[in-house]
C-alpha cells in the first residue's frame, strides 16, 4: 500500500468535516504497529488494554506508566504516518494538575507518542485543559470506561437510560471544551453515540458504539484473533484467526523436532570437504 501522508488532530477534524471514517487500532509492539501502518491504519492507540491481552493481568488496573512508555516506544519505532495516542493508565491523572501533567509529560517525551487518552467526563475537564494548554493533545474517553470497570459493576453497556444519555451528553461537550481533540464512545448505545457525535465539532471513535461515529476502534488481537480465544464480543468482527494458524504451525513444529524431521540438511550448515578431510580423516562426526 502506497504510503499515507502523516495523520494529524487536524486532519481528523477535515476528515470528520468531509465525513470520512477514522480507522484506528490498538496495537502494543513493533511488529503489529508495523503491520498496522503498512495497512493504512490512521490511528494506533497504545491503550490500557494491554493489561488484558499482553501482560495477562485481568484488567487495566495494574498498568504502569513505565509499561505504557516502554509499549509506546515500541509502537512509534514502527511509523511514520500514523498518530500515535498512548492511554494514561490508572490514578496517573487524579492525583492533581502537576501529577497529570508530570505523567502526560513523561509519556510524551519518553514514549515519543503524539498525544494522550484520558477516561472520563466533566470530573477530569480541568485536569484535560491543564494539559492541553501545556501543549498534548488529549483523546477523551466515555461510556464504558475500564479503569472504572469495579465502580461500573461490569462490562455493560451506557446510555440506555434518559440520565446516563444527560450525563455523557454533558460529558463530551466538557471534554470538547476543554480542549479534547477527540473522544472515544466506548459500549453505548448507537443513537446515543450518534447524538453525541451530531452535537460535536471533533471526532468521535466508536468501540461497540455503532456505525453513527466518526471512526472505529478495534483492538488489534481481537480483530485478528491473535492469542488465546476468550468469549466473543457482540461488538468485535473477526477479519482473521491467526491464533488458530499460529497453533497449528507451533504445534508443526514441534512434531517434526519430536520426529527428527527438523532440521532437514537444507536447514544446515556444512564445512569444506577439505577440512573434513584434515580433521576427521574423510568422515564428519555426529
Known amino acids: 500500500m502506497e504510503r499515507q501522508k502523516p495523520v494529524t488532530t487536524s486532519r481528523m477534524r477535515k476528515?470528520?468535516?468531509?465525513?470520512?471514517?477514522?480507522?484506528?487500532?490498538t496495537a502494543y509492539d513493533y511488529p503489529s504497529a508495523r503491520l498496522a501502518e503498512e495497512?493504512?491504519?490512521?490511528?494506533?492507540?497504545?491503550?490500557?488494554?494491554?493489561g488484558n491481552v499482553v501482560l495477562g493481568y485481568e484488567s487495566t488496573l495494574p498498568v504502569t506508566l513505565d509499561d505504557m512508555i516502554y509499549h509506546t516506544r515500541a509502537v512509534t519505532r514502527a511509523v511514520s504516518a500514523a498518530f500515535v495516542v498512548t492511554d494514561m493508565p490508572f490514578m496517573t491523572y487524579h492525583g492533581?494538575?502537576?501529577?497529570?501533567?508530570?505523567?502526560?509529560?513523561?509519556?510524551?517525551?519518553?514514549?515519543?507518542?503524539?498525544?494522550?487518552?484520558?477516561?472520563?467526563?466533566?470530573?477530569?475537564a480541568d485536569t484535560v485543559a491543564a494539559i492541553v494548554r501545556a501543549g498534548v493533545p488529549v483523546m477523551g474517553h466515555i461510556g464504558f470506561t475500564p479503569q472504572s470497570l469495579?465502580?461500573?459493576?461490569?462490562?455493560?453497556?451506557?446510555g440506555k437510560n434518559s440520565a446516563q444519555a444527560e450525563k455523557m451528553l454533558e460529558d463530551a461537550k466538557a471534554l470538547?471544551?476543554?480542549?479534547?481533540?477527540?473522544?472515544?464512545?466506548?459500549?453505548?448505545?448507537?443513537?446515543?453515540?450518534?447524538?453525541?457525535?451530531?452535537?460535536?465539532?471533533?471526532?468521535?471513535?466508536?468501540?461497540?458504539?455503532?456505525?453513527?461515529?466518526d471512526?472505529?476502534?478495534l483492538v488489534f488481537h481481537d480483530l485478528l484473533q491473535y492469542g488465546s480465544e476468550g468469549p466473543a464480543k457482540k461488538f468485535v468482527k473477526t477479519y482473521a484467526n491467526l491464533g488458530q494458524q499460529i497453533r497449528e504451525g507451533i504445534a508443526q513444529y514441534v512434531k517434526d523436532v519430536k520426529n527428527r524431521c527438523f532440521p532437514g540438511d537444507e536447514h544446515s550448515f556444512h564445512m569444506d570437504h577439505d577440512v573434513v578431510e584434515y580433521l576427521y580423516g574423510g568422515t564428519k562426526r555426529s
Open 15 to 25: 476528515m470528520k468535516k468531509d465525513g470520512i471514517p477514522i480507522s484506528m487500532i
Open 39 to 50: 495497512a493504512g491504519i490512521d490511528v494506533i492507540l497504545v491503550g490500557d488494554s494491554l
Open 96 to 124: 492533581g494538575t502537576d501529577t497529570a501533567l508530570a505523567n502526560a509529560g513523561r509519556i510524551m517525551r519518553e514514549g515519543m507518542g503524539k498525544a494522550v487518552k484520558m477516561e472520563g467526563g466533566k470530573e477530569i
Open 150 to 158: 469495579h465502580q461500573i459493576g461490569g462490562y455493560k453497556v451506557q
Open 176 to 213: 470538547e471544551q476543554a480542549g479534547a481533540f477527540a473522544i472515544v464512545l466506548e459500549l453505548v448505545t448507537e443513537e446515543l453515540a450518534a447524538r453525541i457525535t451530531g452535537e460535536l465539532d471533533i471526532p468521535t471513535i466508536g468501540i461497540g458504539a455503532g456505525a453513527g461515529c
Open 215 to 217: 471512526g472505529q476502534v
